[in-house]
């Protein structure tokens, strides 16, 4: 395209980002676009999320399944085939080693195609939960090849409690249907678009194919009914990219948005932002654009370089094609006889002459070092090693107005100011991981006091109010953080601590029957949140009410068969187990 025409068609308005989204799946484009659908099949997206029985696996597995253990044995986890279907049971072993099943809940769907390993994932009602067992594809030392522990379960044993939120979810699936992101409650169906399709990258289909059926052309122009990714600004067109591939230090979803609200062909701000304190070069699959915007070859682009230069959502090369593949890229911009360096030393690459080889090297990636898998490196350096150069460290310094790095920003001098109350936020999400940064945490107190005067009904600011005040740990701080957290949970607080805290402040101003009042409307909001029922059972026991500790124990038991508090404390009450 023309400069021209590429600047006329950054205003295209596609009509299916507005009204109804009505998404019609990725096999409603197969009839029309049979070729690239099918080639679009064998890539990581259309495999990023499959149900059970599309796992070979699990396919594979023998009739008795497979076992892992914890590091003292007496845990141990086993995944098998059932009447066509796929179980993950909890078990113990007695003094004979004789297994005793202890919980079973099916698989309902795999996540991830094995670059690194697939995780699975279980319902239980309209929650989602992740699986203790995952199977690893051997590209790592720590985890060899085939069945063991999901990352995390090494440090604690969690069970089938590790909630799948939507904030985790909205990148491993093509669409998810979350009802808050506070906690892992979904519609039914959770997950109506289980592959990374068609509508990820071109937005809702509804409008297109209505209009294909109907045989609605519109002559020389556009066709608005579906995002074309060619036609969309550099930045647009990345943020498809950004959604997933740049996870930052803290994401954000702008006041009144999910982050399943994103929809290809808008700038990504308008749903989520994104920081960073400072360039992360990750290597992973999380941490590119940083990279990408550190190489000579997108700054002399003028951002025309972009993920799509080089990467085809409809299709991905084999590793046997992949050196040649990307080597062609190279060469759409770059002549061989562009490399200085000497042929003979270029074939003895491998592959042979492969431009990636030098200049976009592998290493292993941070956010993965304890999997060992290797990333590319996006920077595309003449050599290995070489500094970042000086203004590209001036325009990726954070802001001094805020200390962060906003990463998806957008084009232009109108961007839009970052709200407050995304602010607050982000800064919540760097200090939970670098509580020592103090000069961000004198930032977080400022926007806070900012928040307490303009929004002093918001829930997020009330439960930031409420930890703030617990901080000081005094009998004054203590009454304003009971008042602060009662008003965000009577306003409808979604969020699990604020009630967890709301029921122990209560408790320790001996308002017990308040406290409990808070923990049964917390076990109906949250069923699937074990301490709800530890405290309320204790708050019962310490009432001398042990009947209603009991009818809890044995209802929080009922759900978390394992739990070792519940279990104390059915000891306590003489029930047997």
């Given at each position: 395209?023309?400069?021209?025409?590429?600047?006329?068609?950054?205003?295209?308005?596609?009509?299916?980002?507005?009204?109804?989204?009505?998404?019609?799946?990725?096999?409603?484009?197969?009839?029309?676009?049979?070729?690239?659908?099918?080639?679009?099949?064998?890539?990581?997206?259309?495999?990023?999320?499959?149900?059970?029985?599309?796992?070979?696996?699990?396919?594979?597995?023998?009739?008795?399944?497979?076992?892992?253990?914890?590091?003292?044995?007496?845990?141990?986890?086993?995944?098998?085939?059932?009447?066509?279907?796929?179980?993950?049971?909890?078990?113990?072993?007695?003094?004979?080693?004789?297994?005793?099943?202890?919980?079973?809940?099916?698989?309902?769907?795999?996540?991830?195609?094995?670059?690194?390993?697939?995780?699975?994932?279980?319902?239980?009602?309209?929650?989602?939960?992740?699986?203790?067992?995952?199977?690893?594809?051997?590209?790592?030392?720590?985890?060899?090849?085939?069945?063991?522990?999901?990352?995390?379960?090494?440090?604690?044993?969690?069970?089938?409690?590790?909630?799948?939120?939507?904030?985790?979810?909205?990148?491993?699936?093509?669409?998810?249907?979350?009802?808050?992101?506070?906690?892992?409650?979904?519609?039914?169906?959770?997950?109506?678009?289980?592959?990374?399709?068609?509508?990820?990258?071109?937005?809702?289909?509804?409008?297109?194919?209505?209009?294909?059926?109907?045989?609605?052309?519109?002559?020389?122009?556009?066709?608005?009914?579906?995002?074309?990714?060619?036609?969309?600004?550099?930045?647009?067109?990345?943020?498809?990219?950004?959604?997933?591939?740049?996870?930052?230090?803290?994401?954000?979803?702008?006041?009144?948005?999910?982050?399943?609200?994103?929809?290809?062909?808008?700038?990504?701000?308008?749903?989520?932002?994104?920081?960073?304190?400072?360039?992360?070069?990750?290597?992973?699959?999380?941490?590119?654009?940083?990279?990408?915007?550190?190489?000579?070859?997108?700054?002399?682009?003028?951002?025309?370089?972009?993920?799509?230069?080089?990467?085809?959502?409809?299709?991905?090369?084999?590793?046997?094609?992949?050196?040649?593949?990307?080597?062609?890229?190279?060469?759409?911009?770059?002549?061989?006889?562009?490399?200085?360096?000497?042929?003979?030393?270029?074939?003895?690459?491998?592959?042979?002459?492969?431009?990636?080889?030098?200049?976009?090297?592998?290493?292993?990636?941070?956010?993965?070092?304890?999997?060992?898998?290797?990333?590319?490196?996006?920077?595309?350096?003449?050599?290995?090693?070489?500094?970042?150069?000086?203004?590209?460290?001036?325009?990726?310094?954070?802001?001094?107005?805020?200390?962060?790095?906003?990463?998806?920003?957008?084009?232009?001098?109108?961007?839009?100011?970052?709200?407050?109350?995304?602010?607050?936020?982000?800064?919540?999400?760097?200090?939970?991981?670098?509580?020592?940064?103090?000069?961000?945490?004198?930032?977080?107190?400022?926007?806070?006091?900012?928040?307490?005067?303009s929004e002093p009904d918001n829930l997020i600011v009330l439960s930031a109010l409420a930890k703030r005040e617990l901080q000081k740990r005094s009998k004054e701080a203590n009454a304003s953080a009971l008042d602060y957290l009662s008003r965000a949970v009577e306003r409808g607080s979604n969020t699990p601590q604020d009630h967890m805290l709301l029921a122990e402040l209560l408790f320790r101003s001996n308002r017990k029957v308040e406290a409990i009042d808070v923990l049964k409307n917390a076990i109906s909001k949250f069923p699937f949140v074990p301490t709800a029922y530890e405290n309320l059972s204790f708050c019962y026991l310490s009432m001398g009410d042990d009947a209603h500790a009991r009818e809890i124990v044995k209802a929080g038991l009922r759900v978390f068969p394992e739990d070792s508090n519940l279990l104390e404390i059915q000891r306590r009450l003489g029930l047997a187990p």
């Amino acid at each position: 395209l023309s400069s021209a025409r590429r600047a006329r068609n950054r205003e295209v308005d596609y009509r299916n980002l507005h009204g109804d989204d009505r998404f019609v799946g990725s096999e409603a484009c197969a009839p029309c676009h049979k070729k690239l659908y099918d080639e679009y099949l064998k890539t990581p997206h259309a495999q990023a999320a499959t149900l059970p029985t599309e796992r070979p696996e699990l396919r594979d597995l023998p009739a008795e399944g497979a076992s892992v253990c914890e590091k003292d044995n007496k845990q141990c986890f086993r995944v098998f085939p059932k009447d066509g279907k796929y179980y993950m049971s909890k078990v113990e072993r007695d003094s004979s080693g004789t297994e005793i099943v202890k919980e079973s809940h099916k698989i309902d769907f795999a996540l991830g195609a094995p670059m690194a390993g697939v995780g699975y994932g279980i319902r239980r009602g309209n929650y989602l939960f992740e699986a203790p067992l995952s199977f690893y594809a051997g590209s790592q030392d720590a985890f060899p090849k085939g069945w063991g522990l999901s990352p995390g379960y090494e440090k604690a044993s969690l069970g089938f409690a590790r909630p799948l939120v939507g904030s985790c979810m909205y990148c491993h699936v093509g669409r998810e249907l979350v009802v808050d992101d506070a906690n892992n409650l979904y519609q039914d169906p959770p997950i109506p678009e289980m592959k990374v399709g068609c509508e990820s990258c071109h937005g809702p289909g509804g409008l297109h194919v209505e209009e294909q059926e109907k045989h609605i052309r519109i002559a020389g122009k556009i066709d608005t009914s579906i995002v074309n990714p060619r036609f969309l600004s550099p930045r647009v067109r990345d943020d498809m990219c950004v959604l997933c591939h740049e996870f930052g230090e803290a994401r954000v979803p702008q006041p009144g948005k999910k982050f399943e609200d994103f929809r290809a062909g808008q700038p990504l701000l308008d749903t989520m932002a994104i920081f960073k304190t400072r360039p992360i070069m990750g290597w992973n699959m999380m941490e590119w654009s940083d990279e990408m915007a550190q190489s000579k070859c997108y700054r002399a682009s003028g951002g025309r370089l972009n993920c799509g230069s080089c990467h085809d959502g409809h299709s991905t090369p084999t590793a046997a094609e992949a050196p040649a593949f990307y080597r062609g890229k190279c060469l759409n911009c770059h002549q061989g006889k562009s490399c200085r360096e000497t042929v003979t030393k270029r074939q003895m690459t491998t592959p042979a002459d492969n431009c990636a080889t030098c200049h976009m090297p592998k290493h292993v990636a941070p956010r993965f070092v304890m999997l060992g898998t290797q990333g590319t490196s996006h920077r595309i350096v003449k050599r290995e090693n070489e500094p970042i150069p000086p203004e590209v460290v001036r325009e990726q310094s954070p802001d001094p107005d805020t200390g962060l790095i906003l990463v998806n920003k957008k084009d232009g001098s109108n961007a839009p100011a970052i709200s407050p109350l995304v602010l607050l936020q982000a800064y919540q999400a760097v200090l939970a991981r670098s509580p020592k940064r103090d000069d961000l945490a004198k930032r977080y107190d400022l926007v806070l006091d900012q928040l307490s005067k303009s929004e002093p009904d918001n829930l997020i600011v009330l439960s930031a109010l409420a930890k703030r005040e617990l901080q000081k740990r005094s009998k004054e701080a203590n009454a304003s953080a009971l008042d602060y957290l009662s008003r965000a949970v009577e306003r409808g607080s979604n969020t699990p601590q604020d009630h967890m805290l709301l029921a122990e402040l209560l408790f320790r101003s001996n308002r017990k029957v308040e406290a409990i009042d808070v923990l049964k409307n917390a076990i109906s909001k949250f069923p699937f949140v074990p301490t709800a029922y530890e405290n309320l059972s204790f708050c019962y026991l310490s009432m001398g009410d042990d009947a209603h500790a009991r009818e809890i124990v044995k209802a929080g038991l009922r759900v978390f068969p394992e739990d070792s508090n519940l279990l104390e404390i059915q000891r306590r009450l003489g029930l047997a187990p």
